[in-house]
């Protein structure tokens, strides 16, 4: 958000990038009979600089995705600012004493995944005034190191947010296995999801989003697609 508009990583061509993967939304969602607005490309910016940003908000993207909160307050604020509508997704682990800074700089909270977590965030909406929309996390690998809720505790904890603590859930996400077969993994989040009446699907990166959009992905996270290979942090 300087003048300096030339970019640090001269390579990559946001806007080029953006118009090519949004075709391939379209494309993936029309070979199953999906409208290709059906699905919501969050562009994921972390570690790349402020310029990245600017680039696919001057080509008219508005949905992006932040894995750390430090890094989002201080690159969004100016360019939230700048650009009325943007819609900024948290997708990264959340920890309780950073919900306050989550939820007055976020616009949708991707990771929920433990009731403590949930129960600190419906406090602090309600406390704000700011209701956001919330999706939980589901660790559909069952891998040790990652968020996210086990499958097998995520009937209750879905139904915990909705019914007991009035978190406005409206969908599930996961991150599967680098290694694993993606769809595995996307059609098990479908299920839970369809169990719980939530219609919406967070799923699918870089690697692999063409079948998530086949499983029933209405929001694709892609990072590297968009923004170019991640500096070292
Ligand atoms: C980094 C990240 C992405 C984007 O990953 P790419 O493979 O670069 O598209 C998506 N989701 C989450 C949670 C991430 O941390």
């Given at each position: 958000m300087s003048d300096q508009t030339a970019p640090a990583e001269p390579d990559v061509d946001v806007a080029v990038n953006l118009a090519a993967v949004k075709a391939r939304i379209a494309a993936a969602a029309k070979a199953v009979g999906?409208?290709?607005?059906?699905v919501t490309l969050v562009a994921v910016g972390k570690v790349h600089g402020a310029e990245r940003m600017l680039a696919a908000l001057e080509a008219g993207h508005r949905v992006f995705g932040e894995n750390r909160i430090k890094e989002a307050e201080t690159k969004w604020p100016p360019l939230k600012a700048a650009f009325p509508g943007v819609a900024l997704h948290l997708v990264g682990p959340l920890q309780t004493n950073k919900v306050r800074q989550a939820v007055a700089l976020?616009?949708?909270?991707q990771t929920v995944d433990r009731t403590k977590l949930a129960r600190a965030l419906a406090d602090e909406m309600a406390r704000a005034g700011r209701q956001l929309p919330c999706f939980i996390q589901v660790n559909t690998g069952e891998e040790p190191q990652k968020s996210g809720v086990m499958p097998a505790a995520a009937d209750a904890l879905i139904s915990q947010c909705i019914d007991?603590?009035?978190?406005p859930v409206v969908g599930l996400m996961c991150l599967p296995p680098i290694d694993d077969e993606a769809s595995l993994h996307f059609s098990l989040l479908a299920d839970v999801a369809r169990r719980h009446g939530l219609d919406r699907l967070s799923m699918g990166m870089t690697a692999d989003y063409e079948i998530a959009v086949a499983f029933g992905a209405t929001h694709v996270r892609l990072g590297t697609a968009v923004f170019g290979a991640r500096p070292r942090p």
């Open positions: 999906r409208a290709a607005d059906d976020f616009d949708v909270i007991e603590l009035a978190l």
